[in-house]
């Protein structure tokens, strides 16, 4: 062989290493929506770490929101109050985008050995080498110095507050190597805002805040055990544990229990909040809505179970938007 054929060789080989490494950069992840815009508009080099922090699939950022947003909007509903401050709406907003995105990174680290053996998981960016592990990290730490920051904003109590779910979002990722109830404890870190909201209004917690957050825990169970049918057959064979391995075929019944136990929940502490008609109207609309998902769900089936758990964003947006209903529409009416 020659030179010349040497150096077409080398060229030819580099050329690939090129074409694979932009391949890495571009693939999208399975489980994210067809054309979403981190696939379609970002920067290659930008892509990866959107995908980490779940940027292409916004689902779990509402989910995580809209808690806040009710809790925000039920304490201005109990003084009286005819809207929830734009300002503290922002700042909610801003710290469920950046908090997602850190709970993510550092879920996905912990979670790499494993998201690389389940099929669902291995194309996301740790696993398919489109980032370190290391880099993930850091990551993480950046996102989460932005939420301090957001976090700093409020009152002093809800600050404490704020800094007290940290513990829940440290244990979470390794909760599924020790109980079959992981999705409870996602429900208690994910839920916080909840808490936050009301304690962001008032300097303080009170009934009907917990029985909100409550009701979200439950909320979440339920939808999370959706979710977590994707993956029931590599999680048995990884040793992994669920609520999804533990009801099997019984889960449309224990989905519609949670779901029920949590409208209960959420319709309580609106009443003890002073909500009126048109929150209650809201509530039974997004009973009729979890009924459609239990009564349709398919859990062999992961498209089906993949749809079902995003339309959870409809009952978080529904119930917010109750919520901000009945404070215009009372103090409109004089009712406040």
Known sequence: MDDKDKSAMAAHAANSGEENELEGVTAAVSDAEEGNWVDRFAPAAWRPYLRLARMDRPIGTWLLLFPCWWSLTLAEVSIGHPYPSPWMLTLFAIGAIVMRGAGCAYNDYVDREYDARVERTASRPIPSGQVSPEAALIFAGALSLIGFLVLIQFNFFTIVLGIASLALVAIYPFMKRITYWPQAVLGLAFNWGALMGWAAVKGSLALPALLLYAGAVLWTIGYDTIYAHQ????????????????????????????????????????????????FFFGVALVGLQMAWQVSTLDTSDPKNCLRRFRANRDVGAAIFLALLTDTLLSWWAGLS
């Open 231 to 278: 993956d029931t057959d590599d999680d048995a064979t990884l040793g992994l544990k669920s609520t999804a391995l533990t009801f099997g075929e019984d889960t449309p019944f224990w989905i519609g229990s949670f779901y029920v136990g949590a409208l209960l929940l959420w319709i309580t502490a609106g009443f003890l909040a002073g909500t009126h008609l048109v």
